[in-house]
């Protein structure tokens, strides 16, 4: 009895440990997420200041 007991309190502590992995990986999941729509507008800015973004509009027209 004292050792299905034992591995009652075994499975519970795994199981804990599972949850618990499972949470840090959804929160890494997260923190990877990046949001890249400032870093696009500002390389388009940059490309439209310097007149380089027309050129490359014309080039991709021509190419369809």
Avoid: P
């Avoid at 502590?13 to 949001?35: I, N, P």
């Avoid at 507008?41 to 490309?47: G, N």
């Amino acid at each position: 009895m004292n050792t299905l007991n034992h591995r009652i309190l075994q499975c519970h502590r795994e199981c804990t440990e599972e949850k618990q992995k499972l949470e840090r990986y959804a929160m890494d999941v997260h923190r990877r997420t990046h949001d890249y729509d400032d870093l696009i507008q500002t390389f388009l800015s940059m490309l439209s200041d310097q007149g380089l973004l027309d050129d490359l509009l014309v080039q991709l027209i021509q190419q369809q």
